[in-house]
C-alpha cells in the first residue's frame, strides 16, 4: 500500500514539473494585426508539369482549371515554409509552385518549390522557396501553455484576412500535444485555408490548420469546430538546418 502511494506521489509530481505555465499574449491592434496576416500570405499551388508551364506564364490564376490551392505559412527568413501534407500531394510526376501576392516589394512572385520533409500522419509538410522570406512567423513560446478559450485568428488565404476571431477550444502546449499534436478550435475553415497558421492575436503561430470538423444528426450537418496540427517547434528548427546543411555548397 505504501509503495503504490509512494508511487502516486511520485507520478503527481512528475506531471506537475512537466505541466508548462500558460501564456497570455498581448493583442495586437486590428489594423497592425491584418497588416501582419497579409506581410506573410502565401499560397502553393499543385500541378502537372504541364499545367504547371501554364500556370507559371499565366498571369490569371482564377482562369485556370486542373490545379489545387493552399495556404503556406513561412516559418524562416530563408524560404522554408510549412503547409498541410494533404496540401502536397500533387498528380504523377506533379510539382509544386509558391506564390507571395504581398511580397517586401508588394509584387507578386511565383516560383518552383521544392519539398523537404512530409509526415502524412501529422498531416504537416516543409517546403522551400528559391526567395528570402523576411516576413515570417514565429512561434508562441516552446515553454509555455495557451489555455483553451485563448482567442485565436488565422492566416488562410480564402477567409483569414477577413480578421474572424475564434478560440482553442482545448489546450495548446507548447512544445506539441505530444502522441496527439491536433488542436481544435471554433474558426470555420474553408477550401484553401489548409496549410496555414492558426496564430494568437498577437500574431504568433500556434499551429498549422488541416480540417473542419461537422457531426451529422438525421439530415442536419453541425460545423463542431476546425483542426490543426501543433507540432514541437523545435522539430521544425531541427529540420530546417539539417536541409540548410545539406544545401550548402
Known sequence: MLCRLFSLLLLTGLLT????PTYQPQPLPAKALAKHLMDRATMIVCASESDMKSILSDKDLHSRTGFSVSSATPVSEDGYLLT???????????????????????????ARAELIWKDDQAD???????????????WTPRGRTLSEGTPVTHGGL?????????????????????????????LHLRPGDSGGPLITLSGELIAINRAVG?????????????HSTRPDPA????????????SAP
Not at 161 to 183: C, D, F, H, M, S
Request: proline share 7%; with cysteine.
Open 235 to 246: 522539430k521544425i528548427t531541427s529540420l530546417i538546418e539539417k536541409a540548410r546543411r545539406n
Open 17 to 20: 514539473q512537466c505541466a508548462s
Open 84 to 110: 498541410a501534407a494533404h496540401a502536397v500531394t500533387s498528380p504523377a510526376g506533379g510539382v509544386l509552385l509558391v506564390l507571395q501576392p504581398f511580397g517586401p516589394d508588394r509584387k507578386l512572385r511565383r
Open 214 to 226: 461537422y457531426q451529422g444528426v438525421m439530415d442536419t450537418t453541425f460545423f463542431m469546430g476546425s
Open 158 to 186: 480564402t477567409t483569414g484576412p477577413k480578421g474572424n476571431v475564434g478560440k482553442l477550444q482545448e489546450a495548446a502546449r507548447g512544445t506539441g500535444n505530444l502522441l496527439n499534436p491536433q488542436i481544435q478550435h471554433s
Open 124 to 138: 504537416l509538410a516543409l517546403v522551400r522557396v528559391p526567395w528570402k522570406t523576411p516576413n515570417f512567423y514565429s
